[in-house]
């Protein structure tokens, strides 16, 4: 039988959600309107973020290519990355990081990696008190780290680098596909802060609609572009929610250093003249905080052996709660939006769940062994999270 076009009758179809243009969000109160990122302009003095450039442009001639095992076939990742850990601060227990074993990269061991260098550093000093002062504005969510105790009268510093991944991409058609950034290491809801230098691209965020909402609302695609000298930082709920790309352009403006390069980088004259060209390179540095709570040797390993990878389920990421008080404690060490006294059993709310799962197959023949548990973090023994750092100051002030 015909039915007139638009009839409601579709026992079997789905109603099609209405598609939503792409939006650009070129200022930093758009940014932040839009999405659970800030962005910050001239975040360094340009004199500073024009010799980092020069530095990591210079190391990036050694970078590599990722390559890794996609169902049957390698794939290789269309830019170059490189990574670096910070020279280890007293008592942040950063010190066992320095330990060449510990270090995994796509299911296999890689050597321990080299310190900042001296301009990554400078950079990195300032991008930690931008991050914590947005930090401190911020609502955060019962999973985050809870941090260092802080000294009698001083502001708890929320969050420091402890490693940066850098990433050279040399022309308008190097590009990162859309993922989110695993939390083997950064745990939930971390917070990552990423600077651009070079040539201006775009960074595309678009949110993983739940699966129960996929018939009411469809992701909206944001597109930010991302000038010389600017920082994004992908604040908690960032990895869980969306996912980023860096796309391929059909065309960039070529970026002129403002400052000649730095004439330590090296003897040869030459070198340096090529450097100071204008040039098509976008250098990125996204600073991470890897939890000593998350560090590689409590790590899960799969059945292969190797340590497994935690993803947040971002396609499930509301629960029918079941009674009162589990309801409560669900919520609570879950991250859960919206204030504990509305949480009430029966009511979906948002509770991020996480799963290890098997990586070996990224390296072995794509074979992995299909491995995977969800994320226990009271059973795992993990923590503190900011959701224990809150109950201990209320038990204290009671
Ligand atoms: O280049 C960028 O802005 C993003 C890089 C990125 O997503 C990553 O390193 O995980
Ligand atoms: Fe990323």
Redesign the pocket.
């Known amino acids: 039988m015909l039915r007139p076009a638009n009839s409601s009758n579709t026992t079997t179809s789905k109603a099609k959600v209405p598609t939503l243009p792409p939006l650009t969000l070129t200022t930093p109160e758009s940014v932040a309107e839009h999405t659970p990122c800030t962005m910050h302009h001239s975040v360094l003095p340009p004199e500073l973020a024009c010799r980092l450039y020069y530095t990591l442009l210079f190391a990036s001639r050694d970078w590599q290519r990722t390559k890794w095992w996609l169902v049957d076939r390698i794939v290789e990742s269309s830019?170059s990355?490189f990574f670096y850990k910070r020279a280890a601060h007293d008592g942040d227990g950063a010190d066992d990081m320095k330990e060449a074993a510990q270090y995994w990269y796509n299911g296999r061991p890689t050597e321990a990696p080299p310190t900042f260098p001296p301009p990554m550093e400078e950079a990195c000093q300032i991008i930690e008190q931008v991050v914590n002062a947005e930090m401190h504005k911020r609502k955060r969510f019962p999973l985050e780290w809870g941090g260092y105790p802080a000294n009698e009268g001083e502001e708890p510093v929320l969050w420091r680098a402890n490693v940066a991944?850098?990433?050279c991409?040399a022309g308008a058609k190097e590009s990162?596909g859309f993922?989110s950034?695993q939390l083997t290491y950064l745990g939930p809801y971390p917070t990552?802060a990423?600077l651009?230098l070079g040539v201006s691209?775009v960074?595309r965020l678009r949110e993983v609609v739940p699966l129960e909402d996929r018939d009411k609302r469809a992701a909206r695609t944001y597109n930010i572009p991302?000038r010389h000298n600017s920082l994004?930082v992908m604040h908690a709920s960032t990895q869980e929610v969306f996912k980023?790309?860096?796309p391929p352009q059909n065309s960039i403006d070529m970026f002129h250093p403002p400052y000649p390069p730095p004439p330590e980088l090296t003897d040869d004259q030459e070198v340096l003249a090529r450097l100071q060209e204008a040039s098509n390179a976008?250098i990125?540095i996204?600073f991470r905080f890897y939890r000593p709570d998350f560090h590689s040797s409590k790590t899960p390993r799969c059945k292969c052996g190797v340590p497994c990878i935690l993803r947040p389920d971002m396609k499930n990421r509301y629960e029918e709660l079941p009674s009162a008080p589990q309801a409560a404690s669900i919520a609570d060490a879950s991250g859960s939006k919206g204030s504990p006294t509305s949480r009430k059993p029966g009511i979906k709310t948002m509770v991020a769940k996480y799963w290890w799962t098997c990586y070996a197959g990224a390296q072995n023949d794509g074979k992995g062994c299909g491995y995977w548990k969800v994320m226990d973090v009271k059973a795992e023994g993990r923590g503190p999270f900011v959701g224990d750092v809150a109950a201990m100051d209320v038990q204290t002030t009671s």
Request: hydrophobic fraction near 35%; charge should be positive.
């Open positions: 830019h990355s991944a850098s990433n991409y990162v993922h950034d990552i990423s651009s691209r960074f991302l994004i980023h790309a860096v976008r990125n996204t």
